[in-house]
């Protein structure tokens, strides 16, 4: 178009001034997209009329034109700019994802833990233990009073979502401490139900259980776990107690019930009430005790987060290590064979029959397609020899005919074997 | 052939006149001459004539013979062969056509049944008429469970068989077998679904066809049948464990979900894994069944598939007159399951990778009270390859990870003990209520409910210890994650995520196929999205699949 003009311009022109015109190369034209047209229509104007006259509907045409391929420009821009704004939006949410992911990582999780902790367990001489411990490991712990008299109950920090306040979730875990005459006090209480055969949802009446039933019944879902420790033994007989190993069958000789009846409380307490006892020797054990909960308590949101439950098989277990592949692809000889293996009833040895004949999944399939029949491919391994300690046996029908299933088949929902 | 008069015990139902004269004349005619020249293939004529014999509707053709056992290539062919010659010389006529299936269809009395006896022709027809039933039912899922099929086949068969329960169900279940390899029905998924392939629907709609024309006054008088004949067949005991495919049914148990134990009516049994009473330190181990048996505790030791302690609600039935055994009586599972560890298992099996698997299998059992017993502690923990820190950590794990009720005990005497209490609060717990049975096939499991009152919708314990078995059937989706996860650094959500693209192995190939460049090939899985994150599976890992996949060469 240009050109057309400018070769009338250059017909009808005489003045040099029409010469300095500014070069209306293409690329200048897309560059200076709102400039070039005024320009030249203004050069056009300022220079002489009578060659620069274009009709009004060609100064019209241009800026439209112009105007289109400008507008057209500018959504390729806008496209452009928003899929890149897009795509940064999404590596950011990615980002926090990961970023909230590895906050419930076991060793970060445990930073947003915090540990309660009745101050009437303070009353107890060797509980300073409990506490030097835990400040060692730098973990989080208050003293404040709790629900259940005697009781640790932890909770977690959760992410802050925007502008919220820091919202935290109580865990379902708690730690009762009991000394040996409290639990006493527990087991006549529970026999003085059992034996009424009263309502299973009564509070029963002792101090110690009656709040502890209490709250339960508000709450369903705590775990209570009660750890009955005899905090009257002096030093020596709790040495020999741990030396000994088995500290129950004291404690239990010192409450002086039968075992069966102390056993017949225990399963009261965890069929209708799901709380169970742990028998100690001291503190401890009680401090080991509520570090490898609270440790527990740290694994627990990682894990339920990441558990992938969509296969049908426990994902852990040492058939799953994998082998180590090399960029050049070495090591994928193992594979091969490995893969051959997690079909059932199929050994090493079966597995190395196949691979030695058919060393890759290719050669497999190139084999069988070079049969005629379903029949013939069905029944192409099974007499391959398979080397045993001894004897030398087949490969049989039956798993002939599972591999080429497993490789050929088109519903993965077919049964195998 | 028998003369269509007289029924006998044994045989409900009368054989009628044969559907199929023109292939049984030939068949037999086959068989004397092989026999006159002592060839040994004159048996195999007669297990076709025996195969033919029993199975009761007109074939149209030598192909269609083919369903029966018996009856292979060979033989269809030669039958075939006869079939045309003989249209030929007589002008179209179908073998059991016209004539004779007017004549059967007249002389159908009430005593015949349209379904077969069981035995081993006759199974298919039974099988193709349960599916057929089904099917047509507007609005079926188009497939039958294991357990389905199995009560189906129960019910139709009770009428007629005599043969004893064990016998009935391995004829069933390698019927079931047979109609696989015909291509007839195809077993998919995992717990196992049984369908009709195209030719076996086909066929099976033929069936129902011909069996719609038939009458159905013949139902009360199998009812009548049925009763005398319970009364004289010999009534078993079952085991509870088998290794074949059908769990084994009792005679009383042909009913599906929705039946009932009333209180009273069943005794809570202890089952102990024999496992747990055998093998290692064979005198420990036979010392918990010793206090056991000390404490009166009503025990069952059989073979239970996870787990090493679970109860039972067991129908209470009486002795039958005149028999030795009492017959099995229907068993419920309860919620409550045992998995007992002493510490030296305990560490043995986290080293060796068990104790995860062990505890995902009892997650998924469908039993939702799940109890870890450990047994001994301290001194017995003190010398083992882990430190005991590491075991009690394990042990905390459980129960507050995968939400395990851990008890404590210090060595066998005492587990027994544990076990004997619960066996009697269990009893106590659920003396007045009335229990249901569900199926986990059909109604999926309940929700979980730690601390409310034991569930009363119970499974069976047939189906309970079927479905745990631990060599399961696999399907060709798990082998191909399995498969893939052989690659070291492809875990199992990533596996999983290529999963949802493709399915089998064979879809994966044919992906690579219709790559149009190696570069293609190589990228193909990079994209994927993995995990809850939603990560790449990256490039590399991509690579490395494509090398498994694609190498024309060996592998090293």
């Known amino acids: 178009m240009s050109v057309l003009r400018r070769a009338k311009e250059w017909e009808i022109s005489e003045s040099e001034g029409s010469d300095v015109e500014p070069e209306p190369s293409p690329n200048r034209r897309s560059e200076t997209q709102s400039g070039a047209p005024l320009s030249e229509s203004s050069s056009c104007t300022t220079a002489s009329p009578a060659r620069r006259r274009r009709t009004k509907e060609e100064i019209e045409a241009d800026r439209q034109r112009t105007k289109e391929r400008k507008e057209a420009r500018e959504m390729q821009r806008a496209a452009r700019a928003q899929e890149k704004e897009e795509r940064r939006r999404e590596q950011q949410r990615r980002r926090e994802a990961a970023k909230e992911l590895k906050k419930l990582r076991p060793e970060n999780c445990i930073r947003s833990l915090n540990i309660s902790i009745d101050p009437a367990l303070l009353q107890q001489e060797d509980s300073d233990l409990l506490l030097d411990t835990l400040a060692l490991l730098e973990w989080r712990f208050t003293i404040e009073s709790q629900q259940i008299s005697h009781s640790i109950t932890w909770t977690r920090d959760l992410p802050q979502q925007g502008d919220e306040g820091q919202s935290s979730v109580e865990e379902d875990q708690v730690v009762l401490v009991l000394t040996l005459a409290d639990f006493l006090d527990v087991v006549i209480c529970v026999k003085e139900m059992l034996g009424s055969e009263g309502d299973e949802t009564e509070t029963g009446t002792g101090a110690v259980l009656s709040p502890l039933l209490e709250c339960l019944n508000r709450d369903a879902k705590k775990v209570v776990t009660m750890l009955v420790t005899d905090f009257e033994a002096d030093y020596s007989s709790r040495t020999e107690a741990r030396s000994e190993g088995f500290p129950e069958q004291r404690l239990r000789s010192k409450l002086g019930m039968k075992n069966l009846d102390i056993e017949e409380v225990l399963v009261y307490l965890q069929l209708y009430k799901n709380i169970s006892v742990v028998f100690l020797v001291s503190w401890q054990d009680v401090t080991d005790h509520v570090c490898a909960v609270t440790k527990a308590l740290s694994k627990r949101p990682f894990k339920l987060l990441t558990e992938p439950s969509e296969l049908p098989f426990c994902v852990d277990g040492s058939w799953a290590a994998g082998a180590r592949v090399d960029r050049d692809g070495s090591g994928l000889g193992l594979v091969w064979s490995r893969q051959i293996q997690q079909l059932n009833r199929v050994s090493p040895a079966v597995a190395s029959a196949v691979t030695e004949s058919f060393p890759s999944p290719r050669a497999l399939l190139q084999a069988y397609q070079k049969l005629e029949s379903e029949a013939e491919r069905k029944g192409m391994l099974t007499g391959l020899l398979v080397k045993t300690e001894g004897k030398e046996r087949r490969i049989g029908a039956e798993i002939s005919a599972r591999v080429y299933r497993c490789f050929t088949a088109q519903n993965p929902q077919l049964v195998l074997d | ?556």
């Open chain 2, 1 to 556: 052939m028998p003369a269509p008069e007289s029924v006998r015990w044994g045989r409900k139902r009368v054989l009628p006149v044969c559907p199929n004269p023109l292939f049984l004349k030939w068949l037999t005619e086959l068989r004397d001459d092989a026999k006159e020249k002592g060839l040994k293939i004159q048996f195999t004529y007669q297990k076709a004539i025996n195969s033919l014999n029993k199975y009761p509707l007109p074939l149209r053709s030598a192909k269609e013979a083919k369903i029966l056992q018996n009856f292979g290539d060979g033989i269809c062919k030669i039958l075939d062969d006869r079939l045309q010659r003989h249209s030929r010389e007589n002008g179209t006529v179908l073998p059991g056509h016209g004539r004779q299936r007017a004549e059967l269809l007249g002389e159908q009395t009430t005593k015949q049944r349209s379904v077969p006896e069981i035995r081993s022709g006759g199974c298919f027809c039974l099988f193709l008429f349960i599916f057929v039933c089904f099917l047509q039912v507007p609005g079926h899922k188009g497939f039958m469970f294991k357990m389905e099929l199995q009560a189906e086949a129960q019910s139709l068969c009770d009428g007629s068989c005599s043969a004893p329960d064990l016998g009935r169900k391995h004829s069933i279940w390698s019927s079931v077998r047979t109609l696989i390899q015909k291509n007839l029905v195809v077993k998919t998924h995992n717990p196992a679904r049984f369908s009709l392939t195209e030719e076996g629907r086909v066929l099976a709609e033929r069936l129902a066809a011909a069996a719609e024309e038939e009458e159905e006054e013949e139902e009360e008088e199998v009812v009548d049948l049925t009763g005398s004949a319970d009364e004289e067949e010999e009534p078993q005991v079952l085991t509870a464990d088998d290794d074949d495919e059908g769990p084994p049914v009792s005679q009383t148990a042909s009913g599906m979900s929705g039946e009932r134990l009333l209180p009273g009516s069943f005794d809570v049994v202890l089952c102990v894994d024999f496992i747990e009473t055998t093998g290692g330190a064979r005198h420990r181990k036979q010392e918990l069944v010793r206090e056991l048996q000390r404490n009166g505790v009503a025990f069952d030791v059989r073979k239970l598939n996870v787990g090493d302690f679970l109860w039972v609600a067991r129908e209470k039935i009486p002795p039958v007159p005149g028999a030795l055994r009492v017959p099995a009586g229907r068993e419920l599972v309860l919620d409550f399951i045992v998995e007992r560890k002493r510490m030296d298992d305990l560490c043995g099996s986290i080293i060796d990778g068990r104790f995860r698997e062990q505890k995902f299998r009892l997650k998924r059992c469908g039993l939702q009270r799940l109890i870890y017993l450990v047994e001994g502690g301290g001194a017995s923990a003190s010398h083992l390859s882990l430190p005991e820190a590491t075991l009690q950590q394990a042990v905390v794990n459980t129960q507050v990870v995968d939400g395990f009720f851990v008890k404590r005990v210090q060595d066998v005497r005492e587990s027994a003990a544990y076990l004997t209490i619960m066996t009697r609060y269990l009893s106590k717990l659920y003396q007045n209520r009335t229990l249901t049975r569900r199926s986990r096939e059909l109604e999926g499991d309940a929700g979980a409910d730690a601390t409310g009152s034991p569930s009363c919708s119970l499974i069976s314990f047939e189906e309970f210890n079927h479905g745990a078995v631990k060599n399961k059937c696999q399907t060709v989706r798990e082998v191909f994650a399995r498969q893939l996860m052989q690659i070291s650094s492809l875990s199992g959500d990533k596996a999983a995520a290529i999963l949802e693209r493709y399915s089998t192995p064979h879809s994966l190939l044919a992906a690579y196929d219709r790559c149009s460049s190696e570069a293609e090939k190589e990228k193909l899985l990079a994209g994927i999205r993995c995990g809850k994150l939603q990560r790449n599976l990256g490039p590399a890992l991509s690579r490395t699949v494509y090398q498994l996949y694609c190498s024309d060469g060996a592998l090293s």
